[in-house]
């Protein structure tokens, strides 16, 4: 039976642009979330080793940015040809590696490290496993012929597709978002007709889909839903794979409309998570990796994660020194001026070499989907396809489009 490791998410960065700080390793000197990207991807490294799997899938954003550093380069260089000695990795391209306009993407260097033992999918192309390899089929010619030795498992990715090539293609930032979610919709059930006809003539291979993005009805964590900017994609034709590899959301979790909905752990059909703590996410979420074998999944903890701590309002203001061996999230519902208090204590903290993670989601006085949202170049294009799309933000509406309304008059934002 194929056994395969699977992850996400890794957001591999030397300046933690995530938390808005650098603070440095006492003990070597470097940026202390790089320290502890070398640290997870060595014992993601021993995971496999130890569960002896076939091949190690790794669904988006391996970087932070779409313009790593020399530092962040050379520990995924390292990491990655550590795996590729004892077996094949796949690496999908996730919306951090990808520029929003044109060249090329962070993963384009990996391409060059061990071809075919570290595979990097960034089309929409079929992947087979097969001898210690992981390349382009062509499921026509294969079905034409009959011919072929069974591949260990067929892969059906669906990278993070270009926003800004849909843009030029559409009218406005609506028309891109549903663009995007017919485009990936269709990607899918294409895959999935494939598969079904591939399994007839390789009835024990394992079928995988290799996606990120933002799947219908999941969750960053208990008060946000999907981003208001993203294209929800449809979930109907996951149970055709025996396993739906997702990356982009940092909460594991099965998904919606699949025999694994509601399930955090091991399921078959999901968000694998991001393996360490320096990530969005919430105190409690469960760090680590899967391993899938045939359709079943185990969950494998990262006990070498950094413990993550979320602090109230109350209790940042309140304290003077916070513990270097976690990390902290702040969280809690505050009014514009102590929210400005807060943000500067967090920048003294930090400046002190205490990591925070996505502080930027601190509540203000705005509850729910609302407190997140981000004023970029998106949204005010999209606004009235996600109201239509989801009537659920409906008591959110008027405090949604006065804040676009007044980025919009003061420069800050302009439609696509």
Known sequence: MTTLLATADLHVSSTQALAGSRPIDPETGEPRVLVDARNTLDWICAQADEHAVDAVLVAGDIYESPTPGPGAEAVVNRAFAAIASKRPVAVLLGNHDRPNGSGAHALEPLKHLRPGVVTVIDTFQVHSLSEGMIRRIDPGAVLRSGLGRAPRALIFPVPYPSRGALAAMTGSGAETNAAMAEMLDGIIQAHAVVA?????????????????????????????????????????????????????????????????TGKTTAFSHGYVGSPDRHSFGEEGDPKGVSIIEGATTRFIPNDLAREWHTVGPDGIAARELLDRSVIYRVKGEVTAEQYDDIAARVRQFKAAGIVFSNTCTVPREDRGRVDDLRLDRGVAGVLDGVFEARPDLAEHEAVIRRRVAAAAAGGIMREL
């Open 196 to 260: 079904r006809e591939l399994r007839t003539l390789w009835p024990g291979t394992t079928m995988v889909l290799f996606g990120h993005g933002t799947l219908r009805g999941a969750a960053f964590n208990d008060y946000q839903t999907v981003p208001l900017s993203d294209a929800p994609i449809s979930t109907g034709h996951f149970e055709t794979f025996d396993a739906c590899v997702w990356g982009h959301l940092h909460k594991r979790q099965g998904a919606v409309g699949t025999c694994d």
